[in-house]
């Protein structure tokens, strides 16, 4: 069975900092692009940002600078380093793994930041 699960979520100040992990499991092969999106109540899920299996990465404008998305393919892990966080960044975060059989999500975690 395959799974993605994501960990590292939680409370922080505005300006702190968070460290996200997703790790895929199972019988999974030619995993491709891994990345990151969140959502928050009543909008739409957004990317923040996704890496390739070459190690190309893409991030949205507004967190251009203070995240930085990596991976590390033997693990089959990606994270995603949170720094400078703004209030607007509050969401639940979600995984994404795209592999040989199709596209997968982890469960989510929230990310909260305070004022």
């Known amino acids: 069975q395959v799974q993605v699960v994501e960990s590292g979520g939680g409370l922080v100040q505005a300006g702190g900092s968070l460290r996200l992990s997703c790790a895929a499991s199972?019988?999974?092969?030619?995993?491709?692009?891994m990345g990151w999106y969140r959502q928050t109540p009543g909008k739409e899920r957004e990317l923040v940002a996704a890496?390739?299996?070459?190690?190309?990465?893409n991030y949205a404008d507004s967190v251009k600078g203070r995240f930085t998305i990596s991976r590390d393919n033997a693990k089959n892990t990606v994270y995603l380093q949170m720094n400078s966080l703004k209030p607007e960044d509050t969401a639940v975060y979600y995984c994404l793994v795209q592999w040989g059989r199709g596209t997968l999500w982890g469960q989510g975690t929230q990310v909260t930041v305070s004022s």
């Open positions: 199972g019988s999974m092969f030619s995993i491709n692009v």
């Open positions: 890496i390739s299996s070459g190690g190309s990465a």
